[in-house]
T-cell receptor
Framework: EAGVAQSPRYKIIEKRQSVAFWCNPI?????LYWYQQILGQGPKLLIQ????????DSQLPKDRFSAERLKGVDSTLKIQPAKLEDSAVYLC??????????FGPGTRLTVL | AQKVTQAQTEISVVEKEDVTLDCVYE???????LFWYKQPPSGELVFLIR??????QNEISGRYSWNFQKSTSSFNFTITASQVVDSAVYFC?????????????FGAGTRLFVKA
């Protein structure tokens, strides 16, 4: 069974630029999560989808972050414009039953 | 309020020592799930175990064991005879069942160094 795929693995941009991350969950998993993990901290949930509907986006900075999950499968997370404090690893996870989340390799974002 | 506390920021042990990673949680729900994940230097979070709130039975998987005690709201993780490959950051997580699905919060993690 293929795992959660994410791309790109690394991205370096300058502040005020835009960036987008892509995630392909495990086949059949209805729930998809985006997390932000700042160095030395635990993952912080940004947004949670159930199929293509948003379940929780309470911690998503909506003035600059947006996410969508078309057709309930792949998802993209966008930051526009990026700030220095957005430097982090962005993790995508998917879950089938009982919220056991399986994570992708993450995208390491550096904002200069 | 939902909260997960991993009080140990870093632990350093010598290979073959046993080590216990502590996790204390807070929740008002009676139905919830607890998890442990491993994050090796490569960065990908690896699922280790899931435990539901109605199952307090301890679990052993090879050198790994977990002790779930509702009375103290703890879900501790013990590695027996640690190995260098166990060096990683370990996260404890709590999921509550909400109206729109599960709501998950992670602890800050414990970084384990196993020296040869």
């Amino acid at each position: 069974e293929a795992g959660v795929a994410q791309s790109p693995r690394y991205k370096i941009i300058e502040k005020r630029q835009s960036v987008a991350f892509w995630c392909n969950p495990i086949s059949g998993h209805a729930t998809l999560y985006w997390y932000q993990q700042i160095l030395g901290q635990g993952p912080k949930l940004l947004i949670q989808f159930q199929n293509n509907g948003v379940v929780d986006d309470s911690q998503l900075p909506k003035d600059r972050f947006s996410a969508e999950r078309l057709k309930g499968v792949d998802s993209t997370l966008k930051i526009q414009p990026a700030k220095l404090e957005d430097s982090a690893v962005y993790l995508c996870a998917s879950a089938g039953r009982a919220d056991t989340q399986y994570f992708g390799p993450g995208t390491r974002l550096t904002v200069l | 309020a939902q909260k997960v506390t991993q009080a140990q920021t870093e632990i350093s042990v010598v290979e073959k020592e046993d080590v216990t990673l502590d996790c204390v949680y807070e929740t008002r729900d009676t139905t919830y799930y607890l998890f442990w994940y491993k994050q090796p230097p490569s960065g990908e979070l690896v699922f280790l175990i899931r435990r539901n709130s109605f199952d307090e039975q301890n679990e052993i998987s090879g050198r790994y064991s977990w002790n779930f005690q509702k009375s103290t709201s703890s879900f501790n993780f013990t590695i027996t005879a640690s190995q260098v490959v166990d060096s990683a950051v370990y996260f404890c997580a709590l999921s509550e069942v909400g109206t729109g699905g599960f709501k998950t919060i992670f602890g800050a993690g414990t970084r384990l160094f196993v020296k040869a």
